[in-house]
């Protein structure tokens, strides 16, 4: 199986911060990399397929970047709607394993 | 709009089998190139990808599960199910099925776009 690893585990930030979220595969796999956004007692929500490309939907301050074996969610301007649980998946090969996630909180 | 609405019992018995149905509405789940698939998450924890069916019937399972994991689909009824066998306390988690979508073909974009709200399932006797 492909791991992902994601970092940090957590992190404080404050409304208007840029945040960056990395993940770090165990082997190359393009720029087949999703993130997803959950919230609290909810289901995930897609934010960024393919490595950079924005979900219908979703507000331009989130961004993606990496190809290969690592890669990054960018949140150009923290929300307060987006203090939340990220989480990274791979869709490179099955199973389609998903980091461990990063909870961003307020700080 | 397509929705996914998972739908079962919330409690099982140890060595029983979990049986749940994510029933779909606003899409036929034997038209067009998707796959449906079931993901769980215990509490407080992370993510785990369980395995899918294609609109064609083929599958893919976790094999962390794969001995004990079968999913099906109904296309008279528009649902596609999980089970899976002997289950223990571990099992306890939500459970979600979701719709996974090659958004742009050719661009490395399979993801799970539309997601059912989740059901809890609890092991216990």
């Known amino acids: 199986d492909i791991q992902m690893t994601q970092s940090p585990s957590s992190l404080s930030a404050s409304v208007g911060d840029r945040v960056t979220i990395t993940c770090r595969s165990s082997q190359s796999i393009s720029r087949y990399l999703n993130w997803y956004q959950q919230r609290p007692g909810k289901a995930p929500k897609l934010l960024i397929y393919?490595?950079?490309s924005l979900h219908s939907g979703v507000p331009s301050r989130f961004s993606g970047s990496g190809s290969g074996t690592d890669f990054a969610l960018t949140i150009s301007s923290l929300q307060p709607e987006d203090f939340a649980t990220y989480y990274c998946q791979q869709p490179y090969t099955t199973p389609h394993t998903f980091g461990g996630g990063t909870k961003v909180e307020l700080k | 709009q397509v929705q996914l609405q998972e739908s079962g019992p919330g409690l099982v018995k140890p060595s029983q089998t979990l049986s749940l149905t994510c029933t779909v509405s606003?899409?036929?789940?034997?038209?067009?190139?998707?796959?449906w698939s079931w993901i769980r998450q215990p509490a407080g924890k992370g993510l785990e990808w369980i395995g899918r069916?294609?609109?064609?019937?083929?599958?893919n399972y976790n094999p962390s599960l794969k001995s004990r994991v079968t999913i099906s689909a109904d296309t008279s009824r528009n649902q596609f199910s999980l089970n899976l066998s002997s289950v223990t306390a571990a099992d306890t988690a939500v459970y979600y099925c979701?719709?996974?979508?090659?958004?742009?073909?050719?661009?490395?974009?399979?993801?799970?776009?539309?997601w059912g709200q989740g059901t809890m399932v609890t092991v216990s006797s």
């Open positions: 393919a490595a950079s």
């Open positions: 069916i294609y609109t064609g019937g083929s599958t």
């Open positions: 606003g899409a036929s789940i034997s038209t067009g190139s998707y796959y």
């Open positions: 979701a719709r996974e979508d090659d958004i742009l073909p050719g661009f490395h974009s399979d993801a799970l776009d539309i």
